[in-house]
């Protein structure tokens, strides 16, 4: 089946600790996107990536950091300069930037002690 | 100039009512504004989506209806079920939806019997 594989389901990390959480697609999606969940502040964008080799901040990139060495896959790594890192993490991916469907993954959630 | 402001945050309907979520944006080169629907656990998955072409779309008991004018939008869900039980994003984006998506905040919807 084609999807989203997104892993750890649940990751704890102490503070200080970097985490690199798993993104990858089987769908030959050109594009794929790291949003941050939080209750009552919806979806906000990390950082996304249109084509391999190449990605851009999005809206709270500061204290993440990505790569995208091949087509399936976009790992996230948070850094311990990430204030509050504690937070449910999703993966997506679209067959290019900006065709309004998202496909996602089931989520990370993320704890910090 | 990019937000997207979703109203309300939470919502309970009997089994059977209408549930009517809104949605109300100010950047007018919005072109394309998606609803998605997540349940608990999981990632969000697109549910309908409509362009300022027309006022309203209609799929199955899901209604999206569009105020050009109001800069608003809003889902109707007919006959709420529990099964209907989920949290729901309204997301606009332009350029015909050649840019990023642009999400809000959320509505937990609750189907009681």
């Known amino acids: 089946d084609g999807g989203i594989t997104q892993s750890p389901k649940y990751l704890f990390r102490k503070e200080g600790q970097n985490v690199t959480l798993s993104c990858e697609q089987n769908?030959?999606?050109?594009?794929m996107y790291w949003y941050r969940q939080d209750p009552g502040q919806g979806l906000r964008l990390i950082y996304y990536?249109?084509?391999?080799?190449?990605?851009q901040k999005g809206d709270i990139a500061e204290g993440y950091s990505v790569s995208r060495e091949k087509k399936e896959s976009f790992p996230l790594t948070v850094t311990s300069a990430q204030k509050n890192p504690t937070a449910f993490y999703l993966c997506?991916?679209?067959?290019?930037?900006?065709?309004?469907?998202?496909?996602f993954g089931e989520g990370s959630r993320l704890t910090v002690l | 100039q990019q937000q997207v402001k979703q109203s309300p945050q939470s919502l309970i309907v009997q089994k059977g009512g209408i549930s009517i979520i809104n949605c109300a944006y100010e950047?007018?080169?919005?072109?394309?504004f998606p609803w998605y629907q997540q349940f608990p656990g999981k990632g969000p998955a697109l549910l309908i989506a409509?362009?300022?072409?027309?006022s309203e779309k209609k799929e199955g008991r899901f209604t999206i209806s569009f105020n050009k004018s109001a800069k608003q939008f809003s889902l109707h869900i007919m006959d709420s079920q529990p099964g209907d039980s989920a949290t729901y994003f309204c997301?606009?984006?332009?350029?015909?939806?050649?840019?990023?998506?642009?999400f809000g905040t959320g509505t937990r919807l609750t189907i009681i019997p």
């Open positions: 997506a991916s679209s067959r290019s930037v900006g065709t309004g469907e998202l496909f």
């Open positions: 769908l030959n999606h050109d594009a």
């Open positions: 990536s249109q084509i391999v080799n190449d990605f």
């Open positions: 950047n007018t080169a919005f072109d394309y």
């Open positions: 409509i362009r300022p072409d027309v």
């Open positions: 997301a606009a984006t332009f350029n015909f939806g050649n840019e990023k998506l642009t």
